[in-house]
């Protein structure tokens, strides 16, 4: 029996149809036992489906996420990527993202965060601050992040760290620090503003593609805590405007930095 275009159309829509259903309806623990050694994570306490599950415990090196849930959106597996929303608590804050990703990249249109900055700190190795001494949270809303073999090459959106301060010494209160992020050709600028501090900061921050970076900020102290911190980058006039310039590059293993500039 001879079988026309049309007929064989209808069976492949068909069995597309099916094999739609079964990964719409596949347990996420069944998946994760079939493609988990793909992907560089640990997940534990597997429940619900494939396209909208959850997990208890998600690891990532010396990332941990708790309660993590996700919905995912079919639509992405025609450009090769899975991609949905998921949310997550770490540490003490929350977290929500929706973008897309797959074993080398990652472009993410929204993501929301409230964490502890010093656990931040902690999961992408900074060797900047020191997560000991830190106290404040870290606020983001940022409407593009996008991610190559690791390394961030675009950002655009508003981070915040919330009373922030440093436990050097007495301590030294920063206020409240806002870092702006809009995309360049070049990869990202963001401007520094603090307010609330006896410590003036303002500063710019410019991304690269590759991951490159530099990071200049003007530190004007008003009081004599803050006077007394900034002596750590050698004696100046009282109310001087010091500046403080680095450079480096973040890596898949965390933030390199170059010899630091004092002004």
Same mark, same amino acid.
């Given at each position: 029996m001879?079988m026309?275009?049309?007929?064989?159309?209808? $069976?492949?829509?068909?069995l597309l149809?099916?094999?739609v259903g079964?990964?719409?309806?596949?347990?996420?623990?069944?998946?994760? *036992?079939?493609f988990?050694g793909q @992907?560089? @994570?640990?997940?534990?306490?597997?429940?619900?489906k494939?396209?909208?599950g959850?997990?208890?415990v998600? =690891?990532?090196q010396?990332l *941990?996420?708790?309660?993590?849930?996700?919905?995912l959106?079919?639509r992405? =597996?025609l450009t090769g990527r899975l991609?949905?929303?998921? *949310?997550?608590?770490?540490?003490?804050?929350?977290?929500?993202?929706?973008?897309s990703a797959?074993?080398h990249?990652?472009?993410?249109?929204?993501l *929301?965060a409230?964490?502890? @900055?010093?656990?931040?700190?902690?999961?992408v190795?900074?060797?900047? $601050?020191?997560a000991?001494?830190v106290?404040?949270?870290?606020?983001?809303q940022l409407?593009?992040?996008? @991610?190559?073999?690791?390394?961030?090459?675009q950002?655009?959106?508003?981070?915040?760290?919330r009373?922030?301060r440093?436990?050097?010494?007495?301590?030294?209160?920063?206020?409240?620090?806002s870092?702006?992020l809009?995309?360049t #050709?070049?990869?990202?600028?963001g401007?520094?503003?603090?307010?609330?501090?006896?410590l003036?900061?303002?500063?710019? =921050?410019n991304?690269?593609?590759?991951?490159?970076?530099t990071l200049s900020?003007d530190?004007?102290?008003?009081?004599?805590?803050?006077r007394?911190a900034?002596?750590?980058?050698? /004696?100046?006039?009282?109310?001087?405007?010091r500046?403080v310039r680095?450079?480096?590059?973040?890596?898949? #293993?965390?933030?390199?930095?170059? /010899?630091l500039?004092?002004?």
């Open positions: 001879k026309g275009r049309r007929g064989i159309a209808l $069976i492949l829509f068909g149809v099916y094999l079964l990964l719409v309806h596949l347990p996420a623990a069944h998946a994760w *036992r079939w988990g @992907v560089p @994570v640990e997940a534990f306490g597997l429940s619900g494939l396209w909208s959850q997990a208890a998600v =690891l990532h010396n *941990r996420l708790d309660g993590v849930s996700w919905d959106a079919p992405h =597996l991609g949905g929303e998921v *949310r997550a608590t770490a540490s003490g804050g929350e977290l929500r993202a929706r973008g797959n074993r990249s990652a472009d993410v249109q929204m *929301r409230d964490l502890p @900055v010093g656990e931040v700190l902690r999961w190795n900074s060797p900047l $601050i020191p000991e001494v106290e404040g949270r870290l606020q983001a409407s593009e992040l996008s @991610v190559r073999d690791g390394v961030i090459r950002l655009a959106g508003v981070v915040d760290w009373e922030a440093l436990r050097m010494g007495s301590g030294l209160n920063l206020g409240n620090l870092l702006r809009q995309p #050709e070049q990869g990202s600028r401007e520094i503003r603090n307010s609330d501090s006896p003036e900061i303002q500063g710019a =921050l991304l690269g593609r590759e991951g490159d970076f900020l530190l004007r102290p008003t009081d004599a805590a803050s007394q900034l002596s750590v980058l050698g /004696p100046g006039e009282e109310g001087e405007t500046t680095v450079r480096g590059r973040m890596t898949p #293993e965390g933030v390199q930095l170059e /010899p500039n004092r002004g």
